[in-house]
């Protein structure tokens, strides 16, 4: 099956539906078996769903009190004579639960489809964003200048007790072990500059206390 196959058993739900208008009795076995959903064509889900409410409120289910039901939507079915001809997709009811069968497993594999469908496509999506994403690594020549302007307010301000480079790591260490919130709309520098200047805060404030 190719990617653009998807399971339909058009042939199935006719004989199902043939089926109800061969012997309504089927749906005292079958009539629980299937929903609307089930039907690959929402005319013959709407079909099922109206056979079934007849036949649960004891009135015969054939292609004239079909038509009475569905109105002027009978025509959208061919009238009387396009719904006598789903008798011919069914020989006999010996066969019915093999037919309806054949309908539920097509709609479980729709659904497995279009499951399987979106968890690719929300898996390529997340790929995307990852692929777009840029790493610490990647930008760090560009912190490593926002945090090296610091070496010159360092030197003023601050005693020998702690050399520059050891701050500049401390610093680099701080930034990466925040790179996960970091929200890459941003301009890098901007957002290292702002970690920067508070971290540098923080560092003379210790010293000082």
Known sequence: MSRHEIP???EAER?????????PSVLDDYGDALTEGHFS?????????ESVSLHSAGVRVDPTTLMDRLGDAATDYGGYRGLTQ???AILSTANYGHYVDQVRNAAQLRDLIRVSERTIEDAMERAA?????????ECYSEIDKVVEKKRSEWTFKATLMRDFDDIKSEILTHIWNKWHIYDQTRPVAAWAAVITKHQFSNILRDIYQ
């Open 129 to 137: 964003v990852a692929s777009a994403l840029r790493t610490f690594e």
């Open 15 to 23: 004989a199902v539906l043939g089926g109800i208008l061969i012997d």
């Open 41 to 49: 064509r929402p005319s013959h889900g709407r079909l099922w769903r």
């Open 86 to 88: 789903l008798t011919e």
């Open 8 to 10: 339909l058993a058009v």
